[in-house]
């Protein structure tokens, strides 16, 4: 059942890695760290509830790999992801003497992935990460492709860095202790990566949302692989976002604005839901997205249980503030990727303000 996906990025010095997929993976994390990175010292970032799960079992592991390793636990959470634990994680790091060839270990899902890996970008101007992650939107987004960073209260991840991980190991074994709104949450970001760039991924799942569970660990993991796969050919086209790695963020122009309205109540996933169908919509409305796949798509998301109407209490002045932030706008209007077809998107559509406010109405 394991996986191994190459991310080859060549630009300046080689700078590629792989994505382990393979259950039970967790348990060989010490022996993949000690094979490359002997005599190092590791720092293990996690958050609170993750360490409660694994943290024991992978520091232990590491002592027994020779290592001393030092763990840093942050309060589970998107709060999380914010200046001042961002400066008690360096502090830590830096307390417990850091070194250029160190090696941070994230381990947890995306709040502690883009959080450790914004550390690793920036402490004493950048250290190699290991990306660990354990929840499904970290294994088949966050952790795959760099992008690290933190939230300003004025809106998500808008401060951050490009920081390639030196290897990511996914355990699809440990989605089995996610509460079951986490697990829909990563869905969201497959049936995302499957709407934007492959038709017959797409029809995979949608034929088989009933198997898109934690237990179906052989499914899972050809799941996991697939789209793992499809957004690694992006980044190796695009690394940097200049174009084509825009598809992957079909779904989150309007979910990053509902997501920050809603004062982070609705999940990322829910959110990303909730803004594919609508900005389908508009594809729709424009003439660029046929009905039957706006439906098609309204129907995978809905199969797995994920929202895609905005809720009633939703404060939509806020909505429309944050979009007017969005960092991916031009001049305080944003532009969006639509979808044109099932697995094909296209990339800075600019859409007229009525037709935003309609689809929000
Ligand atoms: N989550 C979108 C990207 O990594 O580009």
Redesign the pocket.
């Given at each position: 059942m394991k996986r191994t996906i190459p991310v080859r990025l060549r630009e300046g010095k080689d700078r590629s890695y792989e994505v382990l997929i393979s259950p039970g993976a967790l348990a060989q994390l010490p022996s993949l760290i000690a094979s490359r990175w002997k005599g190092r010292s590791v720092f293990v970032v996690t958050d609170s509830h993750v360490n409660r799960l694994y943290g024991r079992t992978v520091t232990r592991g590491l002592v027994a790999a020779g290592f001393d390793p030092v763990l840093i636990d942050v309060p589970p959470g998107e709060e999380s992801k914010s200046i001042d634990v961002y400066y008690a994680v360096l502090t830590a790091l830096l307390e417990n003497r850091i070194r250029r060839g160190s090696v941070v270990i994230a381990l947890g899902g995306g709040v502690v992935g883009d959080l450790a890996g914004f550390a690793s970008a920036s402490v004493l101007r950048g250290v190699e990460f290991v990306q660990v992650p354990t929840s499904l939107l970290a294994q088949v987004?966050?952790s795959v492709?760099g992008?690290v960073g933190i939230d300003h209260h004025l809106g998500k991840n808008l401060i951050g860095a490009f920081h390639q991980p030196s290897l990511v190991v996914i355990d699809p074994l440990v989605l089995k202790t996610l509460p079951p709104r986490e697990f829909r949450n990563g869905l969201a970001e497959i049936i995302k990566i499957a709407a934007a760039l492959d038709r017959k991924f797409f029809s995979l799942l949608a034929r088989n949302a009933a198997k898109l569970r934690p237990g179906q660990t052989a499914f899972l993991t050809r799941v996991i692989a697939t789209a793992v796969g499809l957004?690694a050919a992006v980044?190796e086209k695009d690394e940097r976002?200049a174009g084509l790695?825009k598809v992957?963020?079909l779904g989150?122009t309007l979910g990053h604005a509902i997501e920050t309205a809603s004062g982070f109540s609705l999940r990322h996933g829910e959110t990303v839901a909730i803004g594919m169908v609508l900005e389908a919509r508009m594809a729709a409305t424009m003439g660029l997205l046929s009905i039957d796949h706006l439906m098609k798509i309204k129907q995978a998301l809905e199969a797995v249980g994920l929202p895609t109407r905005i809720p009633g209490k939703l404060d939509m002045r806020r909505v429309h503030t944050s979009l007017a932030l969005d960092k991916k706008g031009k001049d305080g209007m944003p532009l969006f990727v639509l979808p044109k077809a099932i697995g094909a998107s296209a990339i800075d559509v600019p859409v007229p303000d009525a037709l935003i406010r309609s689809v929000l109405a």
């Open positions: 987004d966050s492709g992008k957004k980044v976002e790695r992957l963020n989150h």
